[in-house]
């Protein structure tokens, strides 16, 4: 029951970055939608960007699991995952 609770919890904490992801991606590759090359570019980098935030929540929670329970040091470590996941996915991989 608890775990289900932690699960429910987990997922509403990122359904925002969930919805966007989906709709970046709808937005970018319905070709009919979308005519202009700036635009394109801004939904690809910003869909690049919602799945390296989610590439690292996920990593995070299984590497460390709750943030309030880690030491400082292993918080420190917990931002910096998501600072160069969320980095290397914004420059392109």
């Given at each position: 029951m608890e775990s289900q609770n932690k699960l429910a919890i987990a997922c509403k904490r990122v359904a925002f970055d969930i919805g966007l992801f989906i709709i970046n991606f709808v937005l970018l590759f319905h070709a009919s939608l979308i005519q202009k090359q700036a635009l394109q570019l801004l939904?690809?980098?910003?869909l690049l960007v919602n799945a390296g935030f989610l590439h690292a929540h996920i990593m995070r929670k299984l590497a460390f699991g709750d943030f309030s329970e880690a030491t400082p040091n292993k918080q420190y470590l917990m931002i910096a995952i998501y600072v160069a996941v969320i980095f290397t996915y914004a420059r392109g991989g």
């Open positions: 939904l690809y980098k910003s």
